[in-house]
Nanobody
Framework: QVQLVESGGGLVQAGGSLRLSCAAS????????SGWFRQAPGKGREFVAG????????YDTDSVKGRFAISRDNAKNTVYLQMNSLKPEDTAVYYC????????????????WGQGTQVTVSS
């Protein structure tokens, strides 16, 4: 089992920045790919960014390219999402996910999910 706990969400003005953290416990986190998803009110869950076990490969969705960056520190069992130039449309609950298979993460079929952290961007 892998337990994931997100933190770092909050209220920010448009154009501002936030850094989300996802702390993992349980099995060896460096064996797992990870990713961030978000769900806005009334909408489905959306893939935001993914990262392989080593951090050597990253992926993100077009709407966040150039603004968000995913990274990880396996020594700290933590994955990060640096969010810059935030827009009101980035408002959502952000979820961390992990799976032994990168493709499962990218497809939204991860075995492990966190409880989410709210990000609200005011205009």
């Amino acid at each position: 089992q892998v337990q994931l706990v997100e933190s770092g969400g909050g209220l920010v003005q448009a154009g501002g920045s936030l850094r989300l953290s996802c702390a993992a416990s349980g099995r060896t986190f460096s064996n797992y790919a990870s990713g961030w998803f978000r769900q806005a009110p009334g909408k489905g869950r959306e893939f935001v960014a993914g990262i392989n076990w080593s951090g050597g490969s990253t992926y993100d969705t077009d709407s966040v390219k150039g603004r968000f960056a995913i990274s990880r520190d396996n020594a700290k069992n933590t994955v990060y999402l640096q969010m810059n130039s935030l827009k009101p449309e980035d408002t959502a609950v952000y979820y961390c996910a992990a799976d032994a298979k990168l493709q499962a993460v990218l497809a939204g079929r991860s075995d492990y999910w966190g409880q989410g952290t709210q990000v609200t961007v005011s205009s």
